[in-house]
């Protein structure tokens, strides 16, 4: 083991220090050579003089064997090399490549090693550049970036900065045409309700006009002429009779691949769900639902449920909404509930105590928001780097949205969580809070998992929510796992993005299963909505999304302002979806037992819900009820579900019923009581049909991306890399070796002075002695006096 100390800011050190313990024994080894037997004519001083030399030779020979070295700082050129990352898939084919790179960058003077990340209709880029990741090391991506499988291209990017590792990419531009088409619409819906189909047609290259054809079980139902060669074009389209149903898009592309021109939906139509009406006056909402569903109109809540799939009640007191221990029941057990309010019902109709109330996911009376325990947790990682004046400026927005009576603390993270600021009020608190966050400073890799569970610990044992102000670039494994844990604990997160390039999708996912929501940097005004109280008011005009990311709210765009609303306010652990002019609850929802429940509060004087009920706001009612009623096939058995895939991707195929369905090409195994479920991976597109579901199988997803990732571009922005043309090899091989010199430490080897000043001393020695025998000084041919 090597033994080092500093002398005068010098590592000095030793490789084998244990050649050290040679010592005793090689001096009194030369010592006896010395005087053993020394009855000679030399003198005392001539014996002593030459013990010292032989000493010091000795001396030097153990030190040499000891292995002395030096560390020292300096300049150095690197042994420079590149690793080129090529993609021979269908996608990159598109957009072109850059054939002799490799060889081209050799004959610039840098050795070239080559890895093939893609091919055919695979693109694993992600793995590809992870698994040639090396510490303080860089790549070369030859690729569009377009990932199909294995980890993503953010999650390889996140890998690099772990390692210090850098990731440049060449340009490529797109050299012909291509378009694809893909159907986005309901898998299942009502007989005689019209389903809505948004048709989308994209590629790169696509100047000039296209011609799309949709068509319903060989019909065509609608065409459309794409001018620029891209777009969406919504088709509606109503199937009257139960069973499965084939919607096909299709478009005329003279491009490269012809199997993405067609894509395939398979619809399955079910009878309308059954919902029971209670209401004690004639309102406009019986008349809307019975356009969508059976609708059975009561004054009570009968004792009798079965075969219901939701009920909706509107404006009813809660002593006389009927048989509230059979709607508990049937909720608990379910079935969907939705609670429309009026002069009659909530403040207004004695649901403070009642059981009826209970069920609500909103209580009677303002709570008064802004009570809460926050933590901001504030992403200083490297990745945040150029972006941290962005993210202090939306951190404190953040805070100033927040009401002076809430509980407020800081964390930082980069790698790992740092504690800014311990949760007090802000009443209190606000100017050292917001100094605090201006002297943030950046640097580091990127683990969100670790901000999430560092702003956790802050919280400590009681509840309250977390902030999360990130631009989300972190592939991290761990991070869906520490979100899903927060929000198992009832410590939801409100993901902000940040910066130009915000991985939304992953700030999602965090929000998504912690519970919580995502708002874009523009939309930290919502939360004043929940957390604002007196002294954050939320100010609006009309009904406000307070988060637009989930099934009630995705697409929902609101106009009508119905001019009251219940006085209510959300219970804990209920989700607060709409919000008045003033930030008063209006649609919110939770789970009763296994049964959703929703609450719309918002209302005009004649019971019309002052525009509701009118589009586009009425996209959000129906929304509502869908969110209550759930499965329209939930009460049936003996039926089958499966989910359109891609050729060679698995569907699931769910089935409900007593006995085992024996289906060909597919086998079954029970998961639970009536229920089995089967693993298909289909090999060619098309229609399949198995166990009476019946799925589409579209072109592999090599098909359904071109032209150059974005999040490519991202990763080599956020890991210090360059972007290159194809012709700039002798760009790349500059770069490979200003990359390889650098600043770094280097030993130095000492074992060759050593020797160098033994060999010196001896010969120094044998001079001297040499000299005194041609001087005649003495007899003796050793040269000793």
């Known amino acids: 083991m090597a033994a080092e100390t500093t002398v005068g800011g010098v590592v000095v050190g030793l490789e084998t220090p244990v050649a050290l313990a040679l010592v005793p024994v090689v001096v009194g080894a030369v010592w006896a050579l010395a005087y053993w037997r020394a009855d000679g004519t030399a003198s005392a001083r001539s014996r002593r003089l030459l ?202 592309s003279d491009d490269r691949f012809g199997r993405n021109d067609v894509f395939r939906s398979a619809v399955r139509v079910v009878d309308r769900p059954d919902v029971l009406y209670v209401a004690q006056g004639d309102y406009p909402l019986r008349g809307y639902l019975d356009d969508l569903y059976d609708v059975t109109a009561r004054d009570r809540v009968p004792s009798d449920l079965s ?207 912690s519970g919580g929501s995502y708002l874009r940097a523009g939309e930290t005004r919502r939360l004043r909505i929940l957390f604002g109280g007196a002294s954050r008011q939320f100010e609006g005009s009309a009904l406000t999304v307070v988060d637009p990311n989930t099934f009630l709210t995705s697409g929902v765009r609101l106009r009508s302002n119905p001019g009251n609303a219940n006085d209510v306010s959300t219970k804990t652990g209920a989700d607060l979806l709409v919000a008045g002019p003033e930030g008063e609850p209006v649609l919110a929802r939770w789970r009763y037992g296994l049964g959703r429940v929703a609450t719309l509060t918002a209302y005009d004087g004649a019971g019309t819900l002052g525009g509701l009920l009118s589009r586009p706001d009425s996209l959000l009612v129906t929304k509502t009820v869908n969110y209550a009623v759930g499965d329209p096939e939930r009460l049936r058995t003996d039926v089958a579900d499966a989910a359109d895939t891609r050729v060679g991707e698995p ?47 579209n072109y592999p997803a090599e098909y359904a991306a071109f032209g150059q990732s974005d999040a490519l571009l991202r990763v080599v922005e956020s890991t210090g890399g360059q972007t290159f043309a194809p012709d700039e090899a002798e760009a790349i091989a500059r770069l490979a070796r200003e990359q390889s010199a650098g600043v770094r430490e280097v030993r130095d080897s000492l074992t060759p002075l050593a020797l160098a000043l033994a060999l010196l001393v001896f010969l120094a020695e044998v001079a001297l002695r040499r000299v005194q025998v041609y001087r005649g000084r003495t007899r003796s041919e050793s040269g000793l006096i």
């Open 51 to 252: 013990l010292a030399s032989r000493v010091a030779v000795a001396l030097l020979v153990v030190v040499a064997v000891a292995g002395p070295y030096v560390v020292t700082t300096r300049q150095t050129p690197g042994e420079p090399r590149v690793t080129l990352l090529t993609d021979d898939s269908d996608s990159t084919a598109v957009v072109g490549g850059a054939s002799g790179l490799a060889e081209e960058i050799e004959e610039a003077g840098v050795p070239t090693r080559v890895a093939t990340v893609g091919n055919g209709t695979s693109s694993r880029v992600g793995d590809g550049v992870a698994a040639n990741l090396r510490e303080n090391g860089s790549v070369v991506v030859l690729s569009d970036g377009q990932t199909t499988g294995g980890q993503s291209i953010a999650e390889a990017g996140e890998r690099a900065r772990e390692l210090n590792a850098t990731v440049s990419a060449v340009r490529l531009r797109p050299r012909q045409t291509e378009r694809f088409v893909r159907i986005d619409g309901p898998s299942k819906t009502s007989a005689g309700v019209p389903a809505t189909f948004l048709v989308s047609v994209g590629g790169v290259e696509t100047n000039g006009t296209v011609e799309l054809t949709v068509a319903a079980d060989g019909e065509e139902i609608a065409t459309h002429t794409f001018e620029s060669g891209r777009g969406a074009h919504e088709v509606t389209h109503t199937f009257n009779e139960t069973g499965p149903h084939r919607v096909v898009a299709r478009i005329d």
């Open 651 to 697: 569907t699931t195929v769910v089935y409900r019923g007593e006995e085992r369905p024996d289906a060909r090409g597919a086998s079954f195994r029970r998961v639970g009581a009536d229920r089995y479920e089967a693993t298909v991976v289909p090999r060619e597109g098309g229609f399949s049909f198995v166990a009476g579901a019946e799925f589409a199988a």
């Open 307 to 513: 075969g219901y799939y939701a009920v909706v009640v509107q404006d009813v007191p809660a002593d006389r909404v009927g048989d509230v221990g059979a709607l508990q029941e049937f909720v608990i057990d379910g079935g969907g509930l939705v609670t429309v309010g009026g002069e009659n019902a909530f403040d207004r109709g004695g649901y403070r105590r009642s059981a009826f109330g209970s069920m609500q996911p909103v209580g009677v009376g303002d709570s008064g928001p802004g009570s809460a325990r926050l933590v901001i947790a504030v992403d200083v990682s490297g990745s945040a780097r150029e972006g941290l004046s962005a993210q202090k400026a939306i951190a404190l927005d953040v805070l100033d949205q927040l009401g002076d009576r809430n509980e407020v603390g800081v964390v930082a993270f980069n790698f790992q969580a740092y504690r800014v600021a311990t949760p007090q009020p802000l009443s209190e608190n606000r100017g050292a809070v917001e100094d605090r966050i201006r002297r943030l400073e950046a640097g580091g890799a990127t683990d969100v998992a670790a901000g999430l569970r560092g702003a956790a610990d802050l919280l400590g044992d009681g509840r309250g929510t977390v902030i999360l102000v990130s631009d989300g670039v972190d592939g991290s494994p761990t991070v869906p796992a520490a979100a899903d844990r927060l929000g198992s604990e009832g410590t939801p997160v409100v993901a902000v993005g940040v910066g130009d390039r915000t991985n939304v999708q992953r700030l999602q996912e965090i929000a998504r299963l």
